[in-house]
């Protein structure tokens, strides 16, 4: 008959349960860390400065904004002349993309015109 030597008193943990606890520790600290430091988003641009600096990218520097006003969510409506004292022309701006209502989609601006400015390049009383 084999005998064992007695038990000491406590917890004497093994050498897997203290690494798989600093492991544990490590990612609970690095989460941390990560979540404290993360980068923050940019504020949003204000529309009527996106709205400007969409005109210049895509209409040119000599471009001037004639007209504007808030759409739906974050939509600018408008008129602008292409060059100063030119015929006016319509545009819809959202954050990533403007459309103007003489550029080669004309139904995909009708679209956004709808979507985002219902009632803007519209005689009063019509649909």
Do not use: K
């Amino acid at each position: 008959m084999e005998t064992r030597p007695p038990r000491r008193a406590g917890f004497r943990p093994r050498p897997l349960t203290l690494a798989l606890g600093a492991l544990l520790v490590l990612a609970i600290v690095s989460a941390g860390w990560m979540w404290s430091h993360r980068t923050r988003l940019p504020e949003p641009e204000p529309p009527g400065v996106r709205t400007q600096r969409q005109i210049r990218q895509h209409a040119g520097a000599q471009a001037e904004l004639r007209y504007s006003e808030n759409g739906q969510r974050r939509a600018v409506c408008g008129y602008i002349g292409r060059a100063r004292g030119g015929s006016a022309v319509g545009f819809v701006s959202i954050p990533n993309r403007i459309l103007f209502s003489d550029d080669p989609l004309p139904q995909e601006f009708a679209e956004m015109r709808e979507r985002y400015c219902p009632g803007f390049l519209r005689a009063p009383g019509a649909r």
